[in-house]
């Protein structure tokens, strides 16, 4: 009866995105800091020479989210470094979740076992440290720095989105998203040269790729042609007093993989059970619509 029950609150679910998806009118320009108080918008984080941009971008999204869906009431910041020390495939190894991950198992490790805060398990590193010397440091630790108890924040579900209009449905409708983008050398550049403008691969090799948190979009005027843009957030900390790590990014043509990369979670605590009966976990899978029948099996 279980599984029933389930598959019918998903289907519900879903529907209620078809039905605000198309009742949405979006808006020209948005950038979701407008539209919601939280503590968690100010919070830039430095990833410093640790390749868990994965873990950097989940955790700002989850922490955003949960403010969002709150009102504002609850600015739950959660922790980045459980998602990179106490995931299976990363306890034991040497470079952890510095040695990268997907960002749906972050999402899922937050469904399905819930994190911390941020202040619980802060990022042990210090500025300009040498991570590669000092990995000792990340450690799956079963209590908080101050070694008072653990409390998690769990979310509902997770799922995958793909392009650019219903990642802006998306996030006008329910917050910011985390997306992934191929990495090649100029970008490094564009960063280190203050960012200015909007960033689109022109030269250098690939070396990667790297994972942001998407905030909202825009539109500029390049050369008197207009020119639509991701508004980002970077894990790369603070290059000036008030920087607060955003950048801009080619938008519409899936540039550099951009809007094919794309994964979000849910807090959404407006999932209520009859009889006031606790709050069902969608736990464990990632669904879309179309691949609904396969859930749970």
């Given at each position: 009866m279980s599984?029933?029950?389930?598959?019918?609150?998903?289907?519900?679910?879903?529907?209620?995105?078809?039905?605000?998806?198309?009742?949405?009118?979006?808006?020209?320009?948005?950038?979701?800091?407008e539209h919601y108080k939280c503590e968690s918008f100010k919070d830039v984080r430095d990833q410093m020479g640790c390749a868990g941009c994965w873990a950097f971008s989940v955790a700002e999204v989850i922490s955003d989210r949960i403010c969002i869906d709150s009102g504002g009431k609850d600015?739950?910041?959660?922790?980045?470094?459980?998602?990179?020390?106490?995931m299976s495939f990363y306890k034991d190894t040497i470079y952890k979740g510095c040695?990268?991950?997907?960002?749906?198992?972050?999402?899922?490790?937050?469904?399905?076992?819930?994190?911390?805060?941020?202040?619980?398990?802060?990022?042990p590193?210090?500025?300009?440290?040498k991570i590669k010397d000092n990995l000792q440091k990340l450690q799956c630790e079963n209590l908080c720095h101050d070694k008072s108890k653990i409390l998690r924040n769990r979310g509902t579900f997770y799922k995958q989105i793909y392009g650019e209009k219903s990642m802006m449905e998306e996030i006008q409708t329910n917050g910011p998203i985390t997306a992934g983008f191929k990495y090649y050398t100029d970008f490094g550049e564009f960063w280190a040269n203050g960012r200015q403008g909007i960033y689109e691969h022109k030269y250098g090799n690939e070396d990667g790729s790297h994972a942001i948190k998407i905030i909202g979009w825009g539109?500029?005027?390049?050369?008197?042609?207009?020119?639509?843009?991701?508004?980002?957030?970077?894990?790369?900390?603070?290059?000036?007093?008030n920087d607060d790590g955003t950048f801009k990014f080619l938008r519409g043509?899936?540039?550099?993989?951009?809007?094919?990369?794309?994964?979000?979670?849910y807090k959404?605590?407006?999932?209520?059970?009859?009889?006031?009966?606790?709050?069902?976990?969608?736990?464990?899978h990632f669904f879309s619509f179309k691949n609904l029948s396969k859930d749970f099996k």
């Open positions: 599984y029933f029950i389930l598959k019918l609150l998903k289907i519900f679910l879903e529907l209620n995105f078809i039905n605000s998806i198309f009742s949405l009118k979006l808006d020209e320009e948005y950038d979701v800091r600015q739950t910041i959660v922790s980045e470094t459980e998602l990179l020390t106490c040695k990268r991950a997907r960002r749906s198992d972050g999402f899922k490790y937050w469904v399905s076992k819930g994190l911390p805060t941020k202040s619980c398990k802060p990022f590193f210090k500025k300009k440290e539109n500029e005027k390049i050369n008197g042609k207009n020119t639509k843009y991701w508004l980002c957030v970077n894990s790369w900390g603070k290059q000036y007093d043509d899936n540039h550099c993989g951009i809007e094919t990369s794309v994964v979000t979670g959404t605590s407006k999932i209520l059970s009859s009889n006031n009966e606790p709050l069902i976990a969608l736990e464990n």
